[in-house]
């Protein structure tokens, strides 16, 4: 059973393309289902989440990342009452727009894109792939997902100003999204926040005590877990913390969100869409404890030379390669070397790019400018 402030699939506001109706599946399913099947989504197995394969066959790349946040995401929506397929959907598709090596090479194609009076945004460009470059049916372009799934993909981590996005002004952007588009961003964080210090762990990055000096919300599960098991391997200490930590976080988003709900006396889908501020969030004092992990990892994890001087290497490759395409857009592949000579140069190269894995990024840089790895 749904709540009254679900988003019902009965009533979306359809796709683009209209299509028959499936006989089994729903069309937030089916938008779930072309997603999965999508060369995009396949393509985030080879892209970086924080740690390369030069660590460990083990840790998360952005694929298996995009699986946990499904995962997590579903049990919010279940929680909530709000609509799993839709939510599900969106928590795949959240990341199909990131360029090769993460935040950095999102930053990196920006900053070039901004040479151009152009621009870089990983949300934009997944609407751009679901809507132009998937190739899959012979009616239209693109998947041709619901009105909703396209929303949320633009929508789910920040408000667009209608004055400064005029062209994605079909979206409703003076109106909040849904709360199964509203729980994603933080999911996704939840996510990312608990395993990369997992990762982190597996890597022999992590000075243990400084981890409980300065994250408190690791330290008091690690302290009731040794109360506990006194006697217990440190690693499988250290999952029960995390797996404690990740379940502490998810009920109080799941909690917090509902009396936020209740107090903005919502009952349907259009008062979500018309209250003053995202109801979706955490408590401000779990926000407090997450904010201590987060800086952690910034200062401790991301910043540590094992992983900060290969992803400058990373992107510095992609930048050399943005600048020989630019000039040489011959050397691009034919589809995109013709729309080079018809559609601005800098946008063909970004989208080129963008589409890449890190591995491929890496070859193309050491054939075309004979780098050395």
Known sequence: MLASYAMDVERSRGRRHPEPQHPYRNDYARDRDRVIHSRAFRRLEAKTQVFTMRFSDHFRNRLTHTLEVAQIARTVAGALQINAELTEALALVHDIGHPPFGHAGEKKLDARMREHGDRFDHNLHALRIIELFELRYIDFAGLNLTFEVREGIIKHSRDYSPAEFPALAEYLLDERPPLEAQIIDLVDEIAYNTADLDDSFEARLLDFDQLRAEVPIF???????????????????????????????????IENTRRQVEAAGVQTVEDVRRAPQRLAGLSLATAGKNASLKKFLNSRVYSHSAISEERDRSVAALDALFSFFLVHSDRMPRHYAEQAQNEPRHRVVCDYIAGMTDHFLLRQHHELLGSAD
């Open 219 to 253: 330290d008091s599960a690690y302290q009731d877990v040794e109360r506990r098991h006194p006697g217990g391997l440190r690693k499988l200490k250290f999952n029960e913390a995390l797996k404690h930590i990740l379940d502490h976080v998810v009920t109080d988003l």
